[in-house]
């Protein structure tokens, strides 16, 4: 069938703001993920046990599960361009200050303060993709702005993790703020003008939590995606210590995370298009195989790389998810969005301390791939209640044209 020359219009009107707010996602993912992986050089920096330097993360996380519903609320009634052009301009004050800071105290204030947008960020972003949306692309065009966070796994953290080893981690927090300054300026030139039409009271937006089918949706996150930071997060000591692999390849098995994170996003967001229930269930029972499968492939380097690449994949499901949560609740997307990052933020508490446990109980690294399992398993249980739920309520979601 030919494209006509409005519809190519159309296409090339929506790219840009995608790709601009995408732009964004990936600011996030450098602010996010390049910290941790220059924990070493902070805690020399400040003169601290690296433990201690785990606080800069800590500040961090803080900051999201903080300003993830807060910021949602304060900015539910104004544009959400202009919403956008806010969260940006904080990324950038916040990373500047922290490129400066002079004392781990004061780094993990600055990284509070980095923290705050984050989650409004992302679900401000994502509604507006959704808004920008034809019918039945929904779950594909968010997607397409979460790919900025899967390709920063990518290029932007083992970049700025060199330029923070051969010149300073300083320079790599200067760098993110420079990115977010221009993204500022390229929102407000190429993301067009969007109005909340129909603003929601806090009463409509404190609402959706009462709707036990949001609880069961968002669980797959609460529950599910700790599967992935179970593995990741005990993943370099794994390639040490269980596949006593050189120290290079785990820059290269982090690169095969961010490959299958971004190649897992694209290929989850178009078949959701199609149907989304059913695509978050085989790919919950497909991690759940990969979780166990894991524990004897990191015997092996090879085998271990092809693991943690299908592991990445699975992080595709993120914005599936929130679609289906918009999906189900018509009003209360500011709550929603909010909910979604609080979530991510908890899997992100939760799979490494289930890992940790199992750890202090005499298990090897590689055994993390058991609990992530559960875990996994524990987030289809949570999408088999919803698809209850959804019967119950008769709920079906809209697909894409053929």
């Keep these: 069938m030919s494209v006509t020359a409005p519809q190519q219009s159309a296409k090339s009107s929506v790219f840009w703001p995608i790709f601009i707010m995408a732009m964004g996602t990936f600011i996030l993912g450098l602010t996010e993920f390049a910290s941790m992986s220059m924990l070493p050089l902070i805690a020399a920096s400040f003169n601290v046990t690296p433990s201690e330097a785990g606080y800069v993360i800590s500040g961090y996380a803080i900051g999201v599960v903080i300003g993830a519903p807060l910021f949602m609320l304060l900015t539910n009634k104004i544009n959400r361009r202009t919403a956008l052009m806010l969260f940006t301009g904080m990324m950038c004050v916040a990373n500047g200050l922290s490129a400066i800071a002079t004392s781990l105290p004061e780094m993990v204030f600055y990284r509070v303060l980095s923290g705050l947008p984050h989650g409004a960020y992302f679900a401000t972003s994502l509604l507006v993709a959704a808004s920008m949306a034809p019918m039945g692309k929904r779950a594909s065009y968010m997607s397409f702005v979460f790919s900025g966070l899967t390709i920063a796994t ?177 009003t209360g997307h500011a709550m929603i969005g909010a909910l979604v990052q609080c979530a991510f933020n908890t899997a992100n508490a939760i799979g490494p301390w289930v890992g940790g446990t199992l750890l202090a109980s005499g298990a090897t690294f590689n055994q993390t791939g058991y609990a992530s399992a559960i875990l996994f398993f524990g987030g289809f249980l949570m999408w088999a209640l919803s698809c209850l739920f959804m019967r119950q309520s008769n709920i079906q979601f809209v697909k894409a044209p053929a």
């Design 154 to 330: 990518i290029v932007g953290v083992p970049m700025a993790t060199l330029v923070g080893q051969y010149v300073s981690w300083r320079l790599c927090m200067a760098i993110v703020a420079v990115l977010a300054l221009i993204a500022t300026v390229l929102v407000y030139k190429l993301v067009p003008s969007s109005p909340v039409t129909q603003p929601t009271s806090l009463k409509d937006e404190f609402g959706v939590l009462k709707n036990k089918l949001v609880w069961s949706i968002s669980g797959i996150i609460f529950i599910g995606f700790g599967g992935v930071f179970c593995i990741y997060t005990y993943l370099a000591d794994t390639i040490l210590v269980v596949t006593e692999a050189p120290e290079y390849t785990i820059s290269i098995a982090m690169m095969m995370f961010g490959i299958g994170t971004t190649i897992g996003n694209w290929v989850c967001g178009k078949l959701a298009d199609k149907s989304p229930v059913s695509t978050t269930g085989i790919a919950l029972l497909c991690s759940v195989s990969i979780a166990i499968l894991y524990v004897q492939a990191s015997y092996n380097i090879w085998l271990l790389y092809v693991a943690v690449f299908c592991l990445g994949a699975s992080v595709g499901l993120a914005a599936v998810i929130q679609s289906m949560l918009l999906e189900v609740s018509p």
